[in-house]
């Protein structure tokens, strides 16, 4: 903040006199000019302390002179006697109060270099006072930055420092964290560092679609590294945070170079958070597909001693498994797990766990909480769904909870204990559970669960694209052949009347003799034995597709 008129008037040694416009002594002084030119202003900028002798002015200059200031925005005019003038000619005392212009009547002994060193300290104290604010500000966005929610802190950190609000995006321009130190939003519910959810008031979901224009911008120019934008009541700047999403500031005040510094160097410490999770969730994926594979093995004391060393559970209750199909494993693990980027996410409040499997994200949904699992993933891809009742827990209690047992005794009690469900039962269960989440994921339904497509049939279970590729391949030659017969509605005929001539052939409307001639031709270009019951389902199957 430049110093104002005001502080400058009142360095005693100055002894600078104000003669008139006093209500303007707060405008802030950018730079002190000395100019003997009637018409100084071409070579001003606004802002300016204007300093003269008025060597070249006469009373009758005074209202031309002072407008002519006053429209370029000069802070203030300071005039010098004893050389030209023995004293400020009251005309221009005069015009300058008329038009709101602060004049100071400069004394023969005060140098105008030694005003213009004054005000140079002055700019250069208050520029050494912003470089401190901003570096002291950096420090403590740093400190949030390396706290376990990072991401939260240094959103709550900012909009602190700002005296504004502060959102975190991800990369749809969704909001995952608000904060708001401006106060409007007393009345919201808004995310706190306490708040894994990352959830957000209706002003913060109103505010993040107010800037999908902008977020479209930077989303198809990422040279962009920045947008700014202004209304009368707010200040806004929006930056990207490389894939990982975008954050956005805003400010009742217009922001100064070193609110400027300040959000920079959040944007910095924000992507670095947030690629320092992407690793820590990239390790920690691996740990939990692991931890699925021992449990797919009916090693579930060593799954839950894996996890215990990480700080982590398995389920306790009866699960449903799911199978997702997502483009983004990460998004959905994070809505799972109702946190921002952490070594932890895959196991939310609920306690689901989820591993990446063969190319799909497996979850263990508790059983009271699958449907709300269910509905979360859906938002994310296609998702298959196991029937429920899955146990993974132990007769004597969870596997995790007899390895923290304070007794010796009774944790070797509990270590000797049988299992409520064997090991190899637990795999055969998982196993299953599994296989039928992975099947009900072929259906072409956004959520598929197995129990529902078990009353639809077989073929509700089989890859609607693989099986039409199975079904054209099968029937090829029948509909490749050169004859008037359609052999392929023969074929079926023949299979929906169960292999009976008669009721196949006056279903088609043709002898029996010539059905079995087109059988025997479907035959031979099928190269497969019709009274076999396998070929017989096949072909049946084939048809139904």
């Not at 003669?19 to 950018?30: F, Y």
């Not at 008329?98 to 208050?126: C, N, Q």
């Not at 479209?216 to 945070?241: F, G, I, K, M, Y």
């Not at 299992?419 to 637990?426: M, N, Q, S, V």
Request: charged residues 25%.
């Amino acid at each position: 903040m430049a110093p104002t008129l005001r502080r400058i008037t009142a360095i005693v040694p100055l002894h600078l006199e104000v003669l008139a416009g006093r209500n303007g002594l707060d405008r802030p002084v950018r730079w002190v000019a000395v100019s003997e030119l009637e018409d100084p202003t071409p070579f001003l900028e606004g802002g300016e302390l204007v300093l003269t002798t008025g060597m070249r002015l006469s009373a009758g200059d005074a209202v031309p002179y002072v407008s002519r200031l006053v429209a370029r925005g000069v802070s203030g005019l300071g005039f010098g006697v004893g050389l030209s003038h023995d004293a400020v000619p009251p005309a221009f005392a005069e015009a300058a109060e008329s038009a709101g212009l602060p004049l100071v009547e400069v004394p023969r002994a005060t140098p105008f270099i030694a005003i213009g060193k004054a005000v140079s300290d002055l700019l250069a104290g208050e520029q050494y006072e912003e470089i401190s604010r901003a570096f002291a500000a950096q420090g403590r966005l740093t400190r949030a930055a390396l706290q376990r929610e990072g991401p939260v802190a240094v959103v709550d950190r900012l909009s602190r420092e700002i005296g504004g609000w502060a959102l975190l995006l991800d990369p749809a321009g969704a909001v995952r964290h608000a904060a708001d130190a401006t106060g409007r939003h007393t009345g919201d519910k808004h995310a706190s560092p306490g708040d894994r959810r990352g959830a957000a008031g209706d002003w913060a979901r109103e505010t993040a679609r107010s800037l999908e224009p902008e977020i479209a911008r930077l989303r198809s120019a990422p040279s962009l590294a920045s947008l700014a934008l202004s209304t009368p009541d707010e200040h806004v700047v929006v930056q990207p945070l490389g894939r990982r999403g975008f954050f956005a500031v805003g400010s009742p005040r217009p922001f100064s170079p070193i609110a400027h510094t300040v959000v920079n160097a959040a944007g910095s410490l924000l992507t670095l958070a947030l690629e320092q999770g992407r690793e820590q969730r990239s390790a920690a994926a691996h740990v939990r597909s692991a931890v699925l594979r021992l449990l797919l093995a009916g090693e579930a004391r060593a799954a839950a001693e894996t996890l215990a060393a990480l700080g982590m559970r398995l389920p306790g209750d009866p699960v449903t498994v799911l199978a997702c199909d997502t483009a983004d494993p990460e998004a959905l693990t994070e809505a799972l797990a109702g946190a921002v980027p952490g070594p932890r996410a895959g196991f939310a409040a609920m306690g689901t766990f989820t591993a990446p499997w063969e190319g799909l994200l497996v979850v263990l949904a508790p059983d009271p909480h699958a449907d709300e699992v269910v509905a979360l993933a859906a938002r994310h891809g296609r998702v298959g769904v196991s029937a429920p009742g899955v146990e993974i827990a132990r007769s004597e209690g969870r596997v995790e909870d007899r390895m923290e047992s304070p007794d010796p005794e009774l944790d070797r009690a509990l270590t000797r204990a049988p299992d409520r469900i064997p090991d190899r039962a637990l795999a055969t269960a998982l196993d299953r559970a599994l296989d039928q989440a992975r099947r009900a994921l072929v259906s072409a339904s956004p959520v598929a669960r197995f129990s529902e497509l078990a009353g639809r049939g077989l073929l509700s279970l089989l890859d609607p694209a693989a099986a039409a590729s199975f079904a054209a391949a099968i029937l090829a030659p029948l509909r490749d052949y050169g004859s008037r017969a359609d052999l392929v509605e023969s074929l079926r005929a023949y299979l929906a009347s169960n292999g009976h001539w008669d009721a196949a052939a006056q279903r088609l409307g043709v002898h029996r003799h010539t059905l079995r001639y087109r059988m025997k031709r479907v035959s031979e270009l099928l190269g497969r034995d019709l009274d076999d019951p396998a070929v017989r389902a096949e072909l049946w199957i084939a048809l139904c597709l």
